[in-house]
């Protein structure tokens, strides 16, 4: 999915397979729920692993928006989505594991269908906690491990071929535990596919970070 590093020749070739195999599916099913949940982010929003720009038309009430995307590939195939976006848009060639950014620096963060396949997930929300200010807020669309013991057997058996071709892409990670166990509080779940896909708000306190 929309990733961090992997290497290899899977990393040069799935950019330009990302955009026809997910267009129908952002067409039919994320459009809705990226148009329910952008448009009201404000302040200065951090997007990690933008992809193409999927979520760039989106953002409505954002001062700016800084967005992190790894591969070169994608950085590019997302410019007409960035010079065509309501707000201004910075893209970024980074690590989500080791963000450049200093403590407390953001208000809002996005995050679809990443936590799948960066190599650390835990890492990378609390790099998330870390440069968001107290009392920011979170929006988080991943697919994971299902409820149901036979379901989340087959996905545990799957995902070793499946990230072979998906650049990386877990299908059996726990990611809402990783939320809460980075200190982020998940404060709205919405479950489709039978909760293979989690759409999950989430905030900080509004303390000092820990």
């Not at 929003?45 to 700016?64: C, D, H, M, Q």
């Not at 059996?172 to 404060?187: F, K, V």
Request: overall charge neutral.
């Amino acid at each position: 999915m929309e990733k961090t590093k992997i290497g290899g020749d899977t990393m040069n070739v799935f950019p330009l397979l990302y955009t026809p195999i997910m267009q129908p599916v952002e067409k039919h099913f994320l459009h809705a729920l990226r148009q329910k949940h952008l448009p009201s982010l404000n302040g200065h929003v951090l997007e990690i692993g933008s992809g193409p720009g999927a979520s760039f038309p989106y953002y409505r009430a954002a001062t700016k928006v800084t967005a992190i995307e790894p591969n070169d590939r994608m950085r590019l195939l997302s410019l007409p989505a960035q010079l065509h976006a309501h707000v201004s848009i910075r893209t970024l060639g980074a690590s989500a594991e080791r963000l450049p950014f200093e403590d407390n620096a953001f208000d809002s963060v996005v995050c679809t269908l990443v936590l799948c396949s960066v190599e650390d997930p835990v890492r990378v929300l609390q790099e998330l906690k870390r440069v968001c200010k107290p009392g920011a807020t979170a929006y988080f669309l991943e697919h994971v491990q299902m409820a149901r013991p036979a379901a989340a057997r087959l996905q545990r058996s799957i995902t070793p071929v499946w990230k072979h071709f998906c650049d990386g892409c877990h299908l059996d990670r726990p990611t809402h535990s990783y939320i809460e166990q980075a200190g982020w509080s998940i404060t709205h779940t919405d479950a489709y596919l039978q909760g293979f896909l989690l759409s999950m708000q989430a905030g900080l306190p509004l303390g000092p970070s820990s």
